[in-house]
């Protein structure tokens, strides 16, 4: 049951909304609390999903023609940014999310010199994650929930020393 990785297809958009559904509530439920981790799933619709995909900023991780992994990069204000990087349960800790994230860096624009990406602060396996691969704090954005977990942490990654 190996795990292959490549650049989402139109044909994957329903099965990619599927697994953000599927995984991205229970994921953040204790960080966030249950509402609140509900409403993340309203980044993972058929249209957001479809504009990435056709765009190319979509790579997958999949076994058994089930996407397992999903990384998604983007534009925001004239920055390249990850938006996404999520494993199913069952697929973290084997080393997966860095070849994910490794992919999908590599298929910035060619003149990117770094990268940046947010998650919310009480989740701390992002934080540890960035952290190990390289990534460095850049601001911290309260949440006007007031909720400290739910704060947005800017992390940077620079591509060119």
């Known amino acids: 049951m190996g795990v292959q990785m ?3 297809e139109p044909g994957d958009v329903d099965a990619i909304v599927a697994f953000g ?5 229970p994921h953040y439920a204790p960080i966030l609390g249950a ?3 509900r409403e993340q799933v309203t980044w993972w ?5 479809s504009s990435a995909v056709m765009a190319g900023r979509v790579h997958v991780a999949e076994t058994d023609d089930t996407i397992v992994g999903v990384c998604e990069t983007s534009e925001f204000a004239g920055e390249q940014v990850i938006w996404k990087l999520y494993l199913a349960p069952d697929f973290r800790g084997r080393s997966l999310g860095v070849e994910l994230l490794r992919r999908a860096i590599a298929a910035l624009p060619a003149e990117t010199d770094h990268v940046l990406v947010e998650h919310f ?3 701390t396996q992002a934080a540890t994650f960035y952290e190990r691969e390289g990534f460095t704090v850049v601001t911290t954005e309260p949440a006007s929930s007031g909720d400290p977990n739910a704060a947005v942490v800017w992390r940077r990654l620079n591509l060119r020393e």
Not at 21 to 25: L, S
Not at 45 to 49: A, I
Request: cysteine-free; aromatic content about 0%; charged content about 20%.
């Open 35 to 37: 509402d609140a981790a």
């Open 45 to 49: 619709t058929p249209e957001r999903m």
């Open 121 to 123: 602060a009480g989740n």
């Open 21 to 25: 559904t599927a995984v991205v509530p």
């Open 6 to 8: 490549r650049i989402a």
